[in-house]
């Protein structure tokens, strides 16, 4: 979820018991939205592509991506978070007819197992059909564990997924 307009981390926390119950309904209805920004070529003006944006439920206390994210790592749920990020920006890309040459910008969360689920190949491979993906690996916990982060890659590679690093200097 990728998923991008995050802020830098946010420092490791107790999760209240309403944020528990709140992002436990969050990922149960998958109410996540998908927004997308623009990506433009600073010499043309031109849109070259689309950065997907997550955001929780409008006015909730997990409404802000690094809210969300802080409770989903906190929970021990980051990974179901992050596939449903995906998920859900994958499918508004398709049904928003996104064709190539755009690409879509996808941020995932590089301390996830990397495991895919089969719905969630099934997306990118339809994705790729139709326009460049980019799933951008981000700054949090680059470090944390590089080898299931690298066969992440690989994997993505494979289903002709572009991979980019975001925010790494950060």
């Known amino acids: 979820m990728l998923v991008t307009g995050a802020a830098p981390t946010t420092p490791k926390r107790v999760l209240s018991r309403s ?75 398709l049904d928003a007819g996104v064709r190539a040459p755009s690409i879509l910008f996808l941020n995932i969360e590089p301390d996830t197992s990397g495991f895919l689920p089969l719905e969630l190949r099934d997306l990118y491979a339809r994705a790729s059909q139709q326009m460049t993906v980019c799933v951008e690996v981000t700054e949090r916990a680059l470090t944390q564990r590089p080898g299931a982060l690298l066969a992440h890659v690989a994997d993505m590679r494979a289903m002709g997924v572009a991979v980019a690093l975001d925010d790494v200097g950060t």
């Open 19 to 93: 944020a528990r119950t709140e992002l436990a309904d969050i990922l149960a209805e998958g109410a996540v939205e998908a927004g997308f920004q623009p990506v433009v070529e600073l010499s043309t003006a031109r849109v070259v592509g689309w950065e997907a944006l997550a955001r929780g439920p409008r006015g909730s206390e997990l409404e802000l991506p690094d809210r969300l994210f802080a409770a989903a790592r906190a929970a021990g749920r980051l990974e179901e978070l992050d596939w449903l990020c995906q998920r859900n920006a994958l499918r508004a890309a």
